[in-house]
């Protein structure tokens, strides 16, 4: 297991518009001027957070895919982000990790915000993934996910970074600023939460604050307000010294019987 280095993108995104936001990331992401092993990309990153699925859906052999796939091999890096994917009659948001291999994992967000009404539109997923990369086992999560601690839990350590991607608005942004490192010092992994600024189609702001958590619950770099393109470097000596300095997840509870 050697470190890892992630990328993460806190940009605004164009309303309901995929042709303007591919053309942006691809602008972007051809701007990153270092090696990365993984890149970062928000919730719903080619849409924003419609519930217009009937008009913004793809099928996973669509072109936000293909685009997804072709960026991961130019990079040779893993990309990873969440869109619209209509299968089977049925619409998810999907979270779509892209490996330069060609090799696809996918995650359907389990927590549907209601709030916004995404339950009525969308279908929940109900299982996890863990993606492995660079010796490292990482767990993506979807937004409002973040707000459900035993969907996150780490039992047994079975990963080690978990990344919740988002379109959080600026009124909660307290909520966000506070669970991220709450699942990071549970859970004893580095954390990673990537958000979008500025304003959406139906009026609503995100301030961003974007960040990673190191296992302890410490701010490794935190950015409101501004669109940024951020690399860091993950220890995996920070990671597994600490747990073993300090073995708290040998006394965890049990999955409880919930299967996961």
Not at 118 to 147: H, M, Q
Request: glycine share 6%; with cysteine; charged share 25%.
């Amino acid at each position: 297991m050697q470190n890892l280095k992630i990328t993460l993108f806190q940009t605004k995104l164009a309303w309901e518009d995929k042709k303007k936001n591919l053309a942006m990331f691809d602008e972007k992401i051809d701007k990153i001027d270092e090696k990365t092993n993984l890149i970062i990309l928000p919730e719903m990153f080619s849409t924003g957070f419609s519930m217009n699925a009937e008009k913004l859906a793809e099928e996973m052999e669509g072109p936000t895919i293909s685009w997804l796939l072709q960026k991961s091999k130019q990079r040779n890096a893993d990309i990873v982000g969440s869109l619209i994917i209509r299968e089977n009659g049925r619409f998810f948001n999907r979270l779509v990790w892209a490996k330069p291999s060609g090799d696809l994992f996918t995650y359907d967000k389990k927590h549907l915000f209601r709030f916004a009404g995404e339950e009525k539109v969308f279908s929940a997923g109900d299982t996890n993934i863990i993606v492995e990369l660079c010796g490292w086992k990482i767990r993506p999560f979807i937004c409002y996910d973040l707000r459900f601690p035993l969907w996150t839990r780490n039992f047994n350590n079975q990963y080690d970074l978990a990344i919740f991607i988002a379109n959080w608005p600026e009124k909660r942004a307290a909520h966000w600023n506070a669970l991220l490192p709450a699942r990071a010092i549970e859970n004893q992994c580095f954390v990673a939460g990537v958000n979008i600024v500025g304003k959406d189609g139906k009026g609503i702001t995100y301030s961003g604050d974007s960040c990673i958590i190191d296992p302890v619950g410490k701010f490794l770099f935190h950015k409101n307000s501004m669109e940024i393109i951020h690399t860091a470097d993950l220890s995996r000596s920070v990671l597994w010294g600490y747990r073993k300095a300090f073995p708290a997840w040998m006394d965890a509870d049990s999955n409880l019987g919930h299967g996961f």
